[in-house]
């Protein structure tokens, strides 16, 4: 097996410090979707269980980049049509006919199995603070 990279530690320390930023731009690089982690691992020049232990590390103090965003598949259903038996009208004068205007509803299930659902008027800066809650 030919080596590609030869690395010479001199002097009394024989350890690498990284600084918490560059642990982060590591851990993002690493586990960015469809990278592998072994190869970038070899690409940075670290072992991949120091890549796992920081970003556990940066799970359990709330770090940035401790887990990668990623996009949650939405579907949007229409709400069902209810036919209803047509009813005899009662004689005399007629009401007008209601405005048909049916209640938004925002239902979001979220990959933990956390289910909400958003009926009628809602503030948006109140659904984003609840849906960044359960996520």
């Known amino acids: 097996m030919a080596y590609q990279r030869v690395e010479v530690l001199t002097g009394t320390e024989r350890r690498r410090n990284y600084t918490p930023a560059e642990k982060v731009r ?7 979707p469809g990278m ?7 690409r940075l020049g670290v072992h991949e269980s120091l890549l796992y232990r920081w970003r ?7 770090t940035a980049a ?9 579907t949007i259903t229409p709400e ?3 036919t209803e038996p047509p009813v005899a009208e009662p004689p005399g004068p007629v009401p007008p006919p209601a405005t048909a205007t049916s209640p938004a509803i925002l239902e979001v299930i979220l990959p933990s199995g956390a ?5 009628g008027p809602v503030d948006p800066a109140l659904a984003a603070a609840v849906v960044g809650a359960l996520a």
């Open 26 to 32: 590591m851990v993002e690089e690493a586990f960015r």
């Open 115 to 119: 289910r909400l659902r958003l009926e």
């Open 36 to 42: 592998v982690v072994t190869d970038a691992a070899r």
């Open 80 to 82: 069902p049509t209810v």
């Open 56 to 62: 556990g590390l940066m799970k359990a103090t709330g």
């Open 66 to 74: 401790a887990e990668p965003s990623s996009f949650v598949a939405v």
